[in-house]
């Protein structure tokens, strides 16, 4: 069964942390670029950040400096090191796995900002 499958999101203090988490299961993982996109309330989803199957990262403009995106292939996890929040990264935060052959989704977590 394919499944991808985010944790780790939550309510946090501006300049905080959190560490987003997305498990793979039934996908071939380790030629699987994964990505993390956002969606903010009345917004378009934007793609946030990517790292490709040989570890190659690339950030939107808006996180970079601040958010880190890392793989562990022995364990089909892929994770959002988010550090310095700010309000604007409010939004539902989506894990999408794309190869060859398809695009995987997973069902999203919740990052709140605020004071």
């Known amino acids: 069964q394919v499944q991808l499958v985010e944790s780790g999101g939550g309510l946090v203090q501006p300049g905080g942390s959190l560490r987003l988490s997305c498990v793979a299961s039934?996908?071939?993982?380790?030629?699987?670029?994964m990505d993390w996109y956002r969606q903010a309330p009345g917004k378009q989803r934007e793609l946030v950040a990517s790292?490709?199957?040989?570890?190659?990262?690339n950030y939107s403009d808006s996180v970079k400096g601040r958010f880190t995106i890392s793989r562990e292939n022995a364990k089909n996890i892929a994770y959002l090191q988010m550090n310095n929040l700010k309000p604007e990264d409010t939004a539902v935060y989506y894990c999408?796995?794309?190869?060859?052959?398809?695009?995987?989704w997973g069902q999203g977590t919740q990052v709140t900002v605020s004071s």
């Open positions: 039934g996908i071939p993982f380790t030629v699987t670029t």
């Open positions: 999408n796995g794309r190869n060859i052959w398809r695009n995987y």
């Open positions: 790292i490709s199957s040989n570890g190659v990262t």
